[in-house]
């Protein structure tokens, strides 16, 4: 079914962005556009979600061009669930960002760029055509590069360059596929891919072809052994930037991976193999990194890699089980991942530091504060009946199904290691007494009681998210299995897009 407001979502912060072009210096100006920009966007999503989810895939062909030779945009469950998530990661890192972030970096264009970087991923959700992808996840790395740059510290740019140079090589093998997949295919419409690669002859070009995407999406998504850019990267910019960073973009990766190994690359025993591997040591290597880190944000970096061999994994078994949990996972995932690092900048606020060490007795002086981080942690470690417990049920029973007890022996060890580290966060920074040896720097009790709201609404408002994810996981299961389904029987969203 045709409906042209599938790309509001992309022209909502568009607009923003560029209304506040025109409000350069007003920063408290610039900070209610992006709220409601943002609010506006969140509703946007949830009409599109349940425009798709109770009815049909939607599709819009830009400049009225027929696929598979005009661009197409396709919203299906999968890519609205992926935007209605980041609508939501976006408010709240917006809300966060009107105290979190400083005018002096406002004054750089903090929000525009902001704004342009989450119109880039919805972009990158809803469009059809493989080229345009490549489009939108170029907008994303221009727009977090200057993100992470902003204020211009030593540590953040020499952040910036090991980011870019990474995201630099995964455009270069990305573009290279599409190159080689036109060329054997005369097609950059992935619906039109998906009919026509199976009918190419020499079945080993395309397996060499997926490579490239395999390598290209992996460094993007941080798998092993393409991750160490991200845990040098995160833990440099501001905590909002690191927030919308850690909940957002190596998922647009494994949405890219997700869409073109279920759509296009329908993995074989060999793809499934390789998967499986790196999901393994993506998470081996993500949990045991996290091990001997002190810097809160440092620690939430290697638990981001961790987490993300979880889904790899998932998709690595490639049965309808595996990718409910993966899905489910993924869901849960952003919505976490970016509400630690937004209480990883509220723990600078409290206590001038990121530091462990330094840290100590905030639950004594925040008690409610603390509990409601407690829930976060609780759901991230996966403790029942909360959000990242669910998931794993799916990926342990599809694991024993397909005999990968490998896979399951990393799951286990990832979800031990995970459990400690937070067990050893919370010892260090809540329940021990105050470090005495060292200076607190409390910025928060200074603030005004609205600033002190906006650090601590959004949290709040992911940590509700999270338990709704948790508590009411029979319906998301109920997302997630509708996802895997599409991805299974790829029937429905060619017909949508094709005609046929």
């Not at 819009?60 to 980041?86: E, H, K, Q, R, Y």
């Not at 829930?375 to 029942?384: C, D, K, N, R």
């Amino acid at each position: 079914m045709i409906d042209n407001q599938i790309i509001a979502t992309v022209i909502v912060h568009l607009f923003t962005a560029i209304i506040q072009l025109g409000f350069w210096r007003k920063t408290v100006t610039q900070r209610v556009l992006s709220i409601i920009g943002c609010f506006t966007g969140f509703l946007l999503a949830l009409n599109l979600f349940s425009k798709v989810f109770n009815g049909s895939i939607l599709t819009m062909n830009a400049g009225n061009w027929a696929a598979p030779f005009g661009i197409v945009f396709v919203a299906d469950t999968l890519s609205t669930t992926l935007v209605l998530l980041t609508s939501i990661a976006a408010l709240a890192v917006s809300i966060f960002s009107a105290t979190g972030v400083g005018r002096a970096r406002m004054l750089y264009g903090y929000y525009p760029i902001f704004h342009f970087l989450i119109m880039g991923l919805n972009g990158a959700f809803l469009t059809g055509d493989i080229f345009n992808l490549y489009v939108w996840f170029e907008v994303v790395i221009i727009s977090s590069f200057v993100l992470l740059t902003l204020g211009g510290r030593q540590s953040q740019l020499e952040g910036a360059v090991k980011y870019m140079a990474m995201n630099i090589l995964a455009s270069t093998f990305f573009l290279t596929g599409i190159g080689i997949l036109y060329g054997i295919t005369g097609t950059l419409n992935m619906a039109d891919l998906a009919l026509k690669i199976p009918k190419v002859q020499d079945q080993s070009i395309v397996t060499l072809t997926s490579m490239f995407f395999l390598i290209g999406f992996g460094i993007k998504s941080a798998v092993f052994p393409l991750y160490f850019w991200l845990p040098s990267s995160y833990h440099t910019p501001p905590s909002a930037v690191a927030a919308t960073f850690g909940g957002l973009l190596t998922k647009v990766g494994l949405y890219a991976l997700f869409r073109v190994f279920t759509l296009m690359f329908i993995p074989n025993d060999f793809i499934k193999t390789v998967f499986i591997v790196m999901g393994i040591m993506t998470i081996l290597t993500g949990a045991f990194g996290a091990l001997i880190k002190d810097n809160v944000r440092r620690l939430f970096s290697y638990l981001i890699v961790c987490h993300i061999g979880f889904v790899i994994g998932g998709l690595g078994l490639y049965t309808k089980v595996a990718l409910i949990g993966a899905i489910f996972y993924l869901i849960h995932d952003i919505i976490v991942k970016t509400n630690l690092f937004l209480i990883a900048g509220l723990l600078r606020q409290l206590r001038g530091t990121m530091n462990m060490t330094k840290l100590g007795g905030l639950y004594a002086e925040y008690p409610k504060i603390s509990l409601v981080i407690a829930l976060v942690l609780f759901s991230l470690a996966g403790i029942p009946p909360l959000s990242g417990f669910w998931p794993k049920i799916y990926l342990f029973e599809a694991a024993f199904t397909s005999q990968n007890y490998f896979f399951i022996a990393s799951i286990i060890i990832g979800s031990f290691i995970t459990l400690y580290v937070l067990a050893k966060l919370w010892s260090e920074v809540f329940w021990k007494d105050a470090a005495t040896d060292s200076v607190v720097i409390d910025s928060f009790k200074d603030l005004k009681p609205y600033k002190k709201t906006l650090l601590v609404l959004p949290i709040c408002l992911l940590t509700l998210t999270t338990l709704y994810i948790g508590l009411n996981a029979e319906m998301v299961i109920q997302v997630a299995d509708k996802i895997a389904s599409e991805m299974l029987d790829t029937r429905p969203y060619i017909k949508a897009v094709l005609g046929k």
